[in-house]
Nanobody, 117 residues
């Protein structure tokens, strides 16, 4: 079973770039038909799908954050990463990395990122 672990700073200053990494174990990020993504949940709000990167490196983004979001991967480390630019306090959220294979979704445990000066 695929296991996911998020890592990165828990505090980011406004206007800076939020960077998170997801380390994948018990599976390869290049395995066919897997997609790897990021989802966030601001306090008191619902889940927001941010984007995915496919097993062959193609990235797709949700419309609301598309202009500020970048998802990349490092196949040598079996990791994929999220960058969110020009953050504001409204970007404070629990960020989850996720994996999708056919009808199954795997989740990381989530990491709280607070945007504050």
């Amino acid at each position: 079973q695929v296991q996911l672990q998020e890592s990165g700073p828990g505090l980011v200053k406004p206007s800076q770039t939020l960077s998170l990494t997801c380390t994948v174990s018990s599976g390869s990020i290049t395995a066919s038909y897997y997609h790897w993504g990021w989802i966030r949940q601001p306090p008191g709000k619902g889940l927001e799908w941010m984007g995915i990167i496919s097993y062959d490196g193609r990235a797709y983004y949700g419309p609301s954050l598309k202009s500020r979001t970048s998802i990349s991967r490092d196949t040598s480390k079996n990791q994929f990463s999220l960058q969110l630019t020009s953050v504001t306090p409204e970007d404070t959220a629990v960020y989850y990395c996720s994996a999708y294979y056919r009808y199954t979704t795997y989740w990381g445990q989530g990491t709280l990122v607070t945007v504050s000066s």
